[in-house]
């Protein structure tokens, strides 16, 4: 896919829209209005801003900027504004150390070369090549001495001279953009011919949109059709005299054209289309599924005539009655009853967690604990809810496997977040992973061969409703605060577990802050010693979101890594997919988890579902794939 590096943000095609705020000349000269106009798109979320560098004499005449009769009328009334524009070489290097701890990338454009050797001093990661540049061939020349990448604007270009640029810096090895512009002030809509991007495409190499018409409906549609980078420019008032401030936008429409970009990134999506948690739990409540038309008894053989299709949607689909045709049954069924996955496998459930060669253990509740644990896994991981920790624990018996409890996520509607700047929320956490750990020592009982400590899985927290924030010092630091807590916790581990960009909760989609890139995780395990339970699920959703590789986020915590949990995904909030019914590659991923000294979790979404079929063939699954391995 064509992209560019900027600084460390990608830009390109599957990535977020580079946002670029054009401040250029609309700071009108005043540096602290430039500051006002940095302020101003940071606090907008865009991911750039963008100056205007020239030397007027390296650009004109001095016969004209002498004497501007000497000029046509166009010359006339620009060259003043420029000239009051024009910041000196010092506030341009403090504008950009302002942008940096503003924590947006510093842009600017240069008209000459002599502005070049100055941004170059400065350390800009990237040159903006206005349109009427496109064809200067000897600021081409030097900005590709540079070895910085470019975004090119097209503006008032001829397709020939734009084809001209593209040969002349791909021949000089230049990282480069395209940017469809219409370089009219403001641009009228019927101008624009947002499909020209179709074009500038056939080069290879990303495209954007640079926008000078009103309002913020023709960017955002660029954005949809593909663009990778959005230019506006913007000021605090478009009634400001100078040339660019009508074709502006005011800070209101700056935030809603961000606002806009992203969502329609989030919706635009991708060419799959999977569900999303909200489908599935439409689609178990409206949804068919097959059931038995009559009472069936072990061993008969199943017809057409034995199979209709009722709600809910929680069983085998309509469209597979086929497979169920011809097939022996192992156990019997009553006359709408639900078949199960379970019915259309060649071994009965209990051969097959038998023979998972690694160690193993299912998502267990008090409810169902004596039933899976029928099956001989090696450890039983339950999980806990608000309800638990209120109610005593049930008369269990004795368990030999290892013991393993999952901290609630939420306690009574209230998330469990390690990581709030809400300091009664902080400790309200903290007290319930502490509560959890009563419970879990109380649970200890019932598995009198424990020897190690209790392993507590917990979420860390972190999570936003409206967005992602931008700074994630201050939730880090939270983070540390009641891990250091926890960590004083006797005969119990506490194992935080990385979390999914877009977690569900209360019927919502959240936006996670912390603990999901690798290196985070990674750093805050060296920092404090700890270890961490790995959500498989979880980190390929990250992935498919943040544009980071599995195998390269695997490999980073791999050290830190003292329990598992597997199970499939797609998209970027399609997580506890069954084995094979995403698109994680396992084949590849397998490799480097089945020599971590981990117990496996398959933490398959309703798994415990029909006396825990979800999890036998999740094993079943990982079984065939493990046996593939070289």
């Known amino acids: 896919m064509p992209c560019i590096k900027i600084g460390d943000r990608t830009v390109g095609t599957g990535q977020p829209v580079y946002i670029i705020a054009e401040i250029g000349i609309n700071h009108n000269g005043d540096p602290h209005l430039a500051r006002q106009l940095i302020d101003i798109a940071a606090d907008a979320g865009v991911d750039a801003v963008k100056f205007q560098k020239r030397a007027l004499r390296n650009i004109y005449p001095g016969s004209i900027l002498d004497d501007l009769s000497n000029a046509d009328k166009e ?30 990338q510093f842009l600017c454009t240069p008209w000459d070369e002599e502005s070049v050797d100055l941004l170059e001093d400065i350390g800009v990661p990237a040159y903006k090549v206005a349109s009427p540049d496109l064809t200067n ?27 001209y640029t593209v040969d002349f810096l791909k021949q000089r090895g230049v990282q480069f953009a395209l940017l469809h512009c219409q370089s009219t002030y403001p641009a009228p809509f019927k101008d624009i011919h947002l499909r020209f991007m179709e074009r500038l495409r056939e080069f290879g190499v990303p495209v954007g949109y640079s926008g000078h018409e009103r309002g913020i409906a023709v960017s955002t549609c660029a954005a949809a059709l593909g663009a990778c980078i959005i230019e506006r420019h913007i000021t605090l008032d478009r009634t400001m005299p100078g040339p660019d401030h009508a074709a502006s936008l005011e800070p209101p429409g700056l935030r809603k054209q961000v606002r806009d970009i992203r969502v329609m990134e989030q919706a635009r999506g991708s060419v799959q289309r999977p569900l999303s948690r909200g489908e599935i739990l439409n689609r178990h409540a409206l949804a068919k599924s097959l059931v038995a038309a009559r009472d069936i008894k072990s061993g008969e053989t199943l017809t057409r005539a034995d199979l209709a299709a009722l709600g809910p949607g929680t069983g085998l689909s309509p469209q597979r009655y086929h497979e169920l045709i011809g097939r022996v049954m192992r156990r019997d069924i009553r006359a709408g009853e639900q078949f199960r996955e379970s019915d259309l496998l060649d071994e009965p459930p209990q051969a097959i967690v038998a023979g998972f060669p690694l160690r193993w253990g299912p998502v267990a509740r008090y409810r169902d604990a004596r ?62 992973v502490l509560r959890t750990c009563d419970t879990a020592r109380q649970l200890r009982r019932h598995f009198p061969t424990q020897r190690d400590a209790v392993k ?30 926890l960590y004083q916790e006797k005969d119990v581990c506490i194992l935080l577990e990385n979390l ?62 003292k ?68």
């Open 75 to 104: 010359l006339q009334f620009v060259i003043p504004f420029l000239q009051q524009a024009e910041l000196s070489n010092q506030d341009m290097a403090d504008l950009a150390d302002y942008a940096a701890r503003r924590k947006v």
């Open 137 to 163: 061939v000897f600021l081409l020349e030097r900005l590709a001495q540079t070895g910085k990448p470019l975004i090119v604007s097209t503006g008032m270009s001829r397709w020939e001279e734009i084809q």
């Open 371 to 432: 039933l899976l644990a029928a099956w001989n896994p090696h450890v039983m991981e339950f999980h806990l809810t608000d309800r638990d920790l209120d109610t005593p624990i049930p008369d269990l018996g004795e368990f030999s496997q290892e013991l393993i409890v999952h901290a609630p996520e939420y306690y009574h509607g209230q998330l469990l977040d390690l990581c709030t700047t809400n300091e009664r929320q902080r400790q309200a956490s903290i007290d319930l």
């Open 456 to 485: 507590i899985v917990v979420h860390p927290g972190g999570m936003t409703y409206d967005g992602f924030l931008r700074d994630t010092t201050q939730l880090y630091a939270n983070l540390e605060r009641s891990a250091e807590r």
């Open 500 to 561: 999914p960009p877009f977690p569900w909760y209360f019927g919502g989609q959240w936006y996670s802050n912390v603990f999901t890139g690798a290196a985070e995780i990674a750093r805050f395990c060296r920092e404090h010693d700890a270890s961490i339970t790995y959500d498989l699920s979880h980190a390929q959703l990250w992935c498919n979101h943040s544009g980071d590789d599995l195998l390269e986020h695997i490999q980073t915590v791999k050290p830190y890594i």
């Open 563 to 630: 329990h598992l949990h597997i199970a499939d995904s797609l998209g970027t909030d399609g997580e506890g997919l069954q084995i094979g019914d995403g698109e994680t590659d396992f084949a590849a991923v397998l490799p480097l988890l089945k020599d971590i000294p981990a117990a496996w979790i398959p933490e398959i979404w309703l798994g415990h579902r029909n006396e825990g079929e979800g999890f036998v063939i999740a094993l079943q699954r990982l079984s065939e794939a493990l046996a593939q391995l070289p």
